[in-house]
């Protein structure tokens, strides 16, 4: 008799074709994407979308498309966004959120982001990284962070670590392109990245095995933002060992499914402790938390178009804190991304890979 487990194990392994059939109806007449299936706020002849069309490169790397007129369509599309500076930026987000990121930043007392700073890194950095998955390069290397091993101390130390989720993103942002600049030849990007590594791990709590300072985050905040931390060490390609059985436990008694990015979060945590003490005594714990996962993930899917939604039973209607879409009941490019990243984990987890066809991608 199959078991409810197996059933799901089985779906898993059909996503793909579906969700290969849901990329063609997100498709625009121009061959570029749309956030949503239908609810987009943006018209065809605009040049916008710049996220989903990311989303779309990730999600074709994911699934092993290699529709190669296909994929240079798309990036040559998100190059048309990069700005001689070196950053990439889609004006009609970055006009759209500029008051309410504005208003935060005042609020939050984050002066360094009044300009909208942070969404211009941030997004820089899922565009070079979604190119990277195809071996393409951005027409300028951009660099914005601190080159000396003290400056990169005190970039830290003025993140708001009260917020672990929003600092530990930036820590993230400061590793991918110390490493790109490391990987050029300087020097002094291995020792920057040394001091960065020394500072976190002196901000991780033993008992959770999460990074934050003053007084205790919610129990989302702090998975969210250790999943920051940890890509991070991933995007710098340095091991991460350090309190990963107080991490794994943590996650074990948390669900944390608010949206997409919150059930990929925990799962991509746990994912990555469990690999670092590779205790295969615990993997009857990690089977029956991928159990309970999927069940949740199930509850986002529709199986009618071969999507995911960001929200249950609602799309994904912001993007870096700007309205893309009217938020209606169907699936959604960003909630798609984010679950089938999440199965490209569970598939290596479950050592189904070569049946699921799905590969996870550092971004």
Same mark, same amino acid.
């Given at each position: 008799m199959i078991s409810d487990f197996d059933s799901l194990l089985d779906w898993v392994c059909t996503v793909r %074709?579906?969700?290969t059939e849901f990329m063609l109806l997100m498709k625009k007449r121009n061959g570029t994407f749309k956030y949503t299936l239908s609810g987009d706020l943006y018209p065809e002849n605009t040049l916008s979308n710049l996220g989903a069309n990311v989303f779309a490169l990730k999600i074709f790397y994911a699934l092993g498309i290699d529709d190669k007129e296909e994929i240079n369509l798309v990036i040559d599309y998100v190059k048309r966004f990069q700005q001689s500076d070196g950053?990439?930026?889609?004006k009609f987000i970055f006009n759209r959120s500029f008051l309410r990121n504005f208003a935060a930043s005042i609020k939050r007392r984050n002066f360094t982001n009044l300009t %909208?700073?942070?969404?211009?890194?941030?997004?820089?950095?899922?565009? /070079?990284?979604?190119?990277?998955?195809?071996?393409?390069?951005?027409?300028?290397?951009?660099?914005?962070?601190?080159?000396?091993?003290?400056?990169?101390i005190e970039y830290l130390e003025a993140l708001n670590w009260r917020r672990p989720w929003d600092a530990g993103s930036h820590f993230s942002h400061l590793c991918f392109f110390l490493k790109r600049l490391e990987d050029s030849g300087n020097l002094t990007a291995t020792e920057c990245l040394k001091n960065a590594f020394d500072w976190i791990d002196r901000l991780q709590d033993s008992e959770t095995g999460c990074w934050w300072k003053g007084s205790k985050p919610s129990d989302g905040e702090l998975v969210n933002g250790a999943m920051k931390i940890l890509t991070?060490?991933?995007a710098a390609a340095r091991g991460y060992t350090k309190n990963a059985d107080s991490l794994i436990n943590f996650c074990?008694?948390?669900? %944390?499914?608010t949206h997409?990015?919150?059930?990929?979060?925990?799962?991509?945590?746990?994912?990555?402790?469990?690999?670092?003490?590779g205790a295969v005594e615990r993997r009857q714990e990690l089977e029956a938390f991928i159990f309970e996962?999927?069940? /949740?993930?199930?509850?986002?899917?529709?199986?009618?178009?071969?999507?995911?939604?960001f929200f249950q039973r609602k799309s994904s209607d912001n993007y870096y804190g700007a309205r893309v879409s009217r938020g209606l009941n169907e699936?959604?490019?960003h909630g798609t991304v984010m679950f089938i990243w999440g199965l490209s984990l569970i598939s290596r987890i479950m050592n189904l890979q070569d049946e699921s066809q799905l590969r996870p991608f550092i971004t």
């Open positions: %074709n579906e969700v950053l990439f930026l889609d %909208n700073w942070q969404y211009k890194v941030a997004e820089t950095r899922q565009c /070079i990284s979604a190119l990277g998955l195809f071996n393409e390069k951005p027409i300028y290397e951009p660099y914005f962070f601190p080159t000396e091993p003290y400056g990169v991070g060490y991933e074990l008694n948390l669900v %944390n499914n997409a990015c919150g059930n990929f979060n925990i799962l991509y945590v746990l994912d990555t402790a469990y690999r670092a003490v996962r999927l069940k /949740i993930f199930r509850t986002y899917w529709y199986p009618e178009y071969g999507g995911f939604s699936p959604d490019i």
